[in-house]
């Protein structure tokens, strides 16, 4: 029987870059563009810029949906970003209105974790999972929560800051203003802030890895020491692991996950954070919740945001 194909496409808008996609209705990706963010200052230039990139992806195909995937606090009912993290000047951007009004199109927009999240669920690491918990450790820490097959939002859609969480009061001050919260404990950030205090009166591998890259540290640098066996980068990837496992047992006593899906720079370190993870989130949670999940590498990689923003449209049952 004929069917008529139905295009979707996918928006990542980052506060560096713009990404928008094409996906057919088995998930194939049919074109891909990228632009950078910075040179459109107001929220106007960038919805025209995105504009401009799905006119141009979808080559004058009919569309069902534009789904987007927003830094920041986004009310998905509404579709407005109510301040657009990474994105100054955002402040209560009606962009599904605006958009619709373009293009003619309905247009979804999501916080860009919830996303990655349903991106993970539909297509990535988290396939065939029930109930998936997203957890991307990068800069800060985000999440995406998937119950019974739907993504969760809550009432203003803004569920999900697993990472602003509080875990230890006493702790550093945090983005968002206030103290303790998980990501100062377990993000890439904070796995590069633990190491450059301890840098400071020990001998350790990672300043020549500073030095040979213009002096920044990284988290990736943190693991690429450990592998080498030094003390410092072991230290603070063992008081890392320890936190993220803290955050992991409480998320598992809280939605009862069948499967946690690990994303962000921070998850690249492997078989450096895995073994371990797992290790230390089975004991800290509480005896029946053993054994009931796993702890895996997301599946998707940069266009994760793509895939899942276009699946808010499509659950590219067919593949
Ligand atoms: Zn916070």
Not at 1 to 28: P, Q, R, W
Not at 153 to 182: K, Q, V
Request: with cysteine; charged share 20%.
């Amino acid at each position: 029987m004929h069917k008529v194909e139905s295009y979707v496409v996918g928006i990542d808008l980052g506060g560096t870059k713009i990404a928008a996609a094409l996906f057919d209705s088995n998930g194939t990706l049919v074109n891909r563009e990228q632009m950078e963010t910075s040179g459109a200052r107001t929220a106007e230039e960038v919805v025209e810029r995105m504009i401009g990139m799905i006119r141009s992806v979808s080559e004058g195909r009919l569309l069902t949906g534009v789904g987007l995937a927003s830094p920041g606090a986004v009310n998905s009912r509404d579709g407005i970003v109510i301040n657009g993290t990474n994105l100054p000047e955002w402040d209560n951007v009606p962009l599904k209105q605006w958009m619709e009004a373009a293009l003619k199109v309905e247009v979804q927009v999501v916080n860009d974790a919830n996303a990655a999240a349903w991106g993970e669920y539909v297509r990535g690491a988290g396939k065939g999972s029930e109930n998936m918990v997203y957890v991307t450790f990068s800069t800060g820490i985000g999440a995406g929560i998937v119950m019974d097959g739907k993504l969760i939002l809550g009432t203003e859609s803004f569920a999900g800051e697993l990472g602003h969480n509080i875990i230890d009061p006493s702790g550093s001050l945090c983005s968002c203003g206030r103290y303790g919260c998980w990501e100062v404990f377990a993000s890439g950030t904070a796995i590069r802030d633990t190491a450059l205090k301890l840098m400071e009166n020990r001998a350790t591998l990672l300043s020549e890895l500073a030095n040979a890259n213009g002096g920044k540290l990284t988290a990736q640098h943190v693991f690429e020491a450990m592998k080498l066996n030094d003390p410092v980068a072991i230290e603070v990837i063992d008081r890392a692991i320890q936190y993220m496992a803290l955050g992991l047992a409480n998320v598992v006593h809280t939605f009862n996950p069948d499967r946690i899906v690990i994303g962000g720079g921070v998850s690249k370190a492997g078989d450096l954070l895995f073994p371990a993870l797992r290790e230390k989130t089975e004991e800290l949670v509480m005896t029946p919740y053993r054994g009931t999940y796993r702890i895996v590498s997301a599946g998707l990689k940069d266009n994760v945001g793509l895939i899942g923003a276009a699946a808010l449209f499509h659950t590219f049952e067919a593949e």
